[in-house]
């Protein structure tokens, strides 16, 4: 059963510690995003890669946020120093790009409490 | 840049039922997809239906369907005989046709409670 894997599920932090969660995308994507949620803002793209080469990181803070794909199974997403602000849940989900009737497939999310 | 926009922060159906959630979004492309993903208590964002801007006839999926109007820009998604397990937020998405990546623009979500 193919599906994307994220870890870890929660992470409890101290404020200025830094943070990386990480995302195993589907086997075969060549595409894959990153996404916050948070009760204020919704749901958002912080960022995404296709064949590991990151398209778009504008909605992604630059100062403190940064997301990577060492290689095609494992993407990264770091928060260096961590804020308060930054408690939400972080989903990443992968897809096959040039492909506009596929789905992208959502992990089950990072809960990240920064405290 | 699209908006969708979910004007019901929250709904509730009778057991069986049949409730609809509204969605409305904003852009000024002609091909485009909508989408209805549901996020039950465990956080998993599940698809539950898709619909083709250049496809005049409503998506359907078991006990899902569409309310598809392109001039209108409305895409509301009906859920027919509610089941206490459709019991989730629903989110409305967007994502342009041109746009290869398959980035999303989400609404706000609906929080769907069904009494039984």
């Known amino acids: 059963d193919a599906r994307v894997t994220q870890t870890p599920r929660h992470k409890v932090t101290e404020m200025g510690q830094e943070v990386t969660m990480r995302c195993q995308p589907i086997l075969g994507h060549n595409t894959v995003f990153w996404y916050r949620q948070t009760m204020m803002q919704g749901l958002e793209l912080l960022a995404y890669?296709?064949?590991?080469?990151?398209?778009?990181d504008s909605g992604m803070p630059k100062d403190r946020f940064s997301a990577e794909m060492p290689d095609a199974t494992l993407a990264t997403l770091k928060i260096q120093p961590s804020e308060p602000r930054d408690s939400a849940v972080y989903f990443c989900?992968?897809?096959?790009?040039?492909?506009?009737?596929?789905?992208?497939?959502f992990g089950q999310g990072t809960r990240l409490t920064v405290v | 840049a699209q908006t969708v926009t979910q004007s019901q922060p929250e709904m509730s159906v009778q057991e069986a039922e049949t409730v609809t959630l509204s969605c409305t979004y904003d852009?000024?492309?002609?091909?485009?997809?909508l989408f209805w993903y549901k996020q039950p208590p465990s956080r998993q964002m599940i698809l539950v239906i898709r619909?083709?801007?250049?496809?005049?006839q409503n998506a359907t999926e078991n006990r899902f369907s569409v309310n598809f109007q392109k001039a209108a820009k409305s895409f509301s998604l009906k859920i027919s005989d509610s089941q206490l397990g459709d019991a989730a937020m629903y989110f409305c998405?967007?994502?342009?046709?041109?746009?290869?990546?398959?980035?999303?623009?989400f609404g706000q979500g609906t929080r769907l409670t069904i009494n039984p």
């Open positions: 989900a992968s897809g096959l790009g040039h492909d506009g009737n596929t789905e992208a497939f």
């Open positions: 890669f296709r064949n590991r080469a990151p398209l778009d």
């Open positions: 852009t000024s492309e002609s091909d485009y997809y």
């Open positions: 619909q083709e801007a250049y496809k005049q």
């Open positions: 998405a967007y994502r342009s046709a041109w746009d290869g990546a398959q980035k999303l623009v």
